[in-house]
């Protein structure tokens, strides 16, 4: 049954089907609500012949019935359909169109297992999920626009900058790999250099950095001796990881098996650097060892519940319980830091090394190449006495 198609008719039409115009031929093959083609067909010389027209809106009503007339008149005078416009059984007709967010999921899915980190994936997800699919998730890929991709960016750009840099580079690529699919053509409307860089303010100048709270070196030993009367696991696992200067999930996730002699060898894929780093452990860090092994023999980690490792907001809860939730775990690699400079006559690159940190400059890095880990080793000992409150025996300090 044939109806007056109208442009309002056409752009309501949303449910899978054929819509057959008045003219004679003409109807609007509607696939989906960002995916409708204006379709001749002809049965002219007995075969009947599916003409694309092209997709509407790019095609409106009044022009898709211009061609339609125009191809009505060149069959009449051929007796056949023309052979130069190619027919939907030659798959001129577009191929359904693949949107935004099913490309998006599934690339994530196949690109997760080259990220060390399992989150990667979720804050991938999440982060597309919260920003990008409410505005393009169901665009098609080769219909994504500049305009699309600052529509996302813009209301997070200077209050959530660093989700917002993060989110940008996904899009990117997400892009991208459309790109190499074949899915769109043309300039990544994601692509930062050369193009949303002179749409949008340079992050660094926006972004203020935003230390890990920490506590004041002065008021580490007394904070250690509230530590070590609570007498739990997670106890000393913050005691652990703070004689250690190593990060939370480093100490979370520490097995007995990446013990050695008087060192914690810890493995390439679960530091930030993504390279081993060699730990020289302290007297009371080995007493610790020593303490938690009676606590649980049998678990492979060293910090467990049961057979698990502990969850990784235990010792953020257990700061809170004490009455430090101002501080976090991490701030007191910056309190270590602080110590460093402020009262010892340890070298920075000594310290650095301690923290793992990763070295900028290539000279620099290039004349540390060594571990230093006999002076790590010094500093971490004195590190641990200072901390416990045994002060009579700290040596390599400043002179008053």
């Known amino acids: 049954m044939s109806t007056t198609i109208t442009q309002a008719h056409a752009t309501k039409a949303n449910t899978p ?24 067909r002809t049965a002219k010389g007995g075969k009947r012949t599916d003409l694309s027209l092209g997709k509407f809106p790019d095609v409106g009503v009044a022009e898709a019935r211009k061609k339609a007339s125009a191809l009505a008149l060149e069959v009449q005078s051929l007796g056949h359909a023309p052979t130069r416009v190619k027919t939907t059984t030659e798959a001129v007709l577009p191929k359904a169109e693949v949107v935004f967010q099913d490309f998006a999921q599934a690339l994530v899915q196949d690109m997760s297992p080259q990220w060390r980190n399992p989150k990667h994936a979720s804050q991938w997800a999440n982060t597309l999920r919260d920003y990008a699919y409410p505005i393009i998730g169901q665009k098609p890929l080769g219909d994504i626009t500049t305009e699309d991709v600052l529509q996302i960016l813009k209301p997070i750009w200077q209050t959530k900058t660093e989700t917002a840099t993060r989110l940008r580079g996904r899009v990117e690529k997400v892009l991208a790999a459309a790109t190499i699919k074949g899915h769109r ?3 990544n409307p994601a692509q930062w250099r050369g193009h949303l860089d002179c749409l949008l303010p340079q992050p660094k100048k926006l972004q203020k950095v935003k230390h890990h709270p920490a506590l004041p070196f002065e008021e580490l030993p007394n904070f250690i001796k509230q530590l070590q009367a609570r007498r739990s696991i997670s106890a000393l696992a913050l005691e652990f ?15 007995w098996s990446e013990l050695g002699e008087s060192v914690w060898k810890i493995p390439a894929d679960r530091m930030k650097a993504g390279k081993e780093h060699i730990v020289p452990l302290p007297n009371r860090a080995n007493q610790i060892l020593q303490i938690v092994k009676v606590h649980n023999p049998d678990s492979e980690y ?4 049961g057979q698990k490792p502990l969850s990784n907001m235990v010792l953020l809860t257990l700061l809170k319980r004490m009455g430090f939730g101002h501080i976090t775990t991490h701030g007191f690699r910056s309190t270590f830091r602080d110590w460093v400079s402020e009262v010892t006559d340890f070298s920075p690159e000594v310290a650095e090394m301690c923290l793992a940190h990763t070295i900028g400059n290539k000279v620099e890095a290039a004349y540390r190449r060594g571990n230093l880990l006999e002076k790590r080793k010094r500093l971490l000992e004195v590190w641990a006495s200072y901390a416990v409150g045994l002060q009579q025996e700290i040596q390599y300090l400043k002179l008053a």
Do not use: M
């Not at 089907?17 to 001749?40: C, E, N």
């Not at 990881?241 to 097995?255: D, F, H, N, Y």
């Not at 060293?302 to 519940?305: A, E, L, Q």
């Open 17 to 40: 089907s054929r819509i057959y115009d008045t003219h004679p031929g003409l109807h609007l093959w509607v696939k989906s609500q960002k995916a409708k083609y204006w379709i001749y």
């Open 185 to 187: 053509t043309g300039i």
């Open 241 to 255: 990881c703070i004689l250690t200067t190593s990060r939370t999930s480093e100490v979370l996730l520490a097995k």
């Open 302 to 305: 060293i910090f467990s519940n």
